[in-house]
């Protein structure tokens, strides 16, 4: 029976240990990987082990066209595909979740691995509420846009009791983060969590009040924003 092993990959370069040792097995086992980056992932799986031989395996980017007819032959066949995310969990915030429903639809087996996974870890080292939240990707560029959705995230945090949780591209942390001081009221908590699993890891919940005495320096860091409202 076809297999679709949902493979975790590391958060940071530096970051190996947060991946158990039976995600190595799972590696070998496949056939084809279906990936991001292929650079990337051969350079990860080259770090865990010298030994492998890269081109022993097919290798399928999830974003070409014919991703989906060629891991559906695949499954037809028989093999065993490994999805690998370009950091973190396959599926979760990741365009590898069509794979996945593909695999469900042609009735191929799914197991997901256990690894890293920024928004979770965010979460449950923010001491915020972690029975009710809700990921919300990426906020708008433009500076209006973006403080209009966090004061509307904010008012629904409060309405609904629940933590928001959001990502950035390394370059706008800092504007994201004037934003999120500018706009979020003195009392809602907000945890920034960065280079998580890293040596540089980093991670503190405070209130807008006293983030706005000391606000730390994010430019070109891996940072998950999370904030809840009183």
Not at 117 to 140: C, V
Not at 155 to 184: D, G, W
Not at 194 to 207: F, H, N, Q, V, Y
Request: glycine letters at 4%; one cysteine or more; charged letters at 20%.
């Amino acid at each position: 029976m076809s297999k679709l092993l949902l493979i975790p990959a590391p958060l940071h370069d530096e970051g190996l240990n947060a991946l158990p040792a039976y995600v190595w097995d799972a590696i070998l086992s496949c056939q084809a990987f279906v990936v991001e980056n292929p650079r990337t992932t051969r350079r990860y799986f080259k770090s865990v082990s010298k030994d492998i031989v890269i081109d022993n395996y097919e290798w399928i980017n999830v974003n070409e066209e014919h991703a989906p007819a060629r891991c559906k032959l695949l499954f037809k066949e028989g093999k065993t595909i490994g999805l690998v995310s370009e950091a973190g969990c396959p599926g979760v915030a990741d365009p590898g979740q069509a794979i996945v429903a593909l695999a469900h639809e042609v009735g191929c087996s799914v197991s997901p691995l256990v690894g890293p996974n920024s928004i979770l870890l965010a979460l449950m080292a923010s001491g915020l509420n972690g029975q009710q939240f809700k990921f919300n990707g990426y906020l708008p560029i433009e500076d209006k846009p973006r403080e209009k959705a966090i004061q509307e995230l904010e008012q629904q945090s409060r309405k609904e009791n629940c933590t928001q949780l959001f990502i950035e591209t390394p370059y706008r942390n800092n504007p994201m983060l004037a934003s999120l001081l500018k706009c979020l009221s003195p009392s809602t908590q907000l945890c920034i969590a960065a280079d998580l699993t890293s040596p540089a890891e980093w991670i503190s919940t405070r209130t807008i009040t006293d983030w706005r005495k000391a606000s730390p320096e994010l430019h070109r860091r891996l940072v998950i924003f999370a904030f809840k409202a009183s």
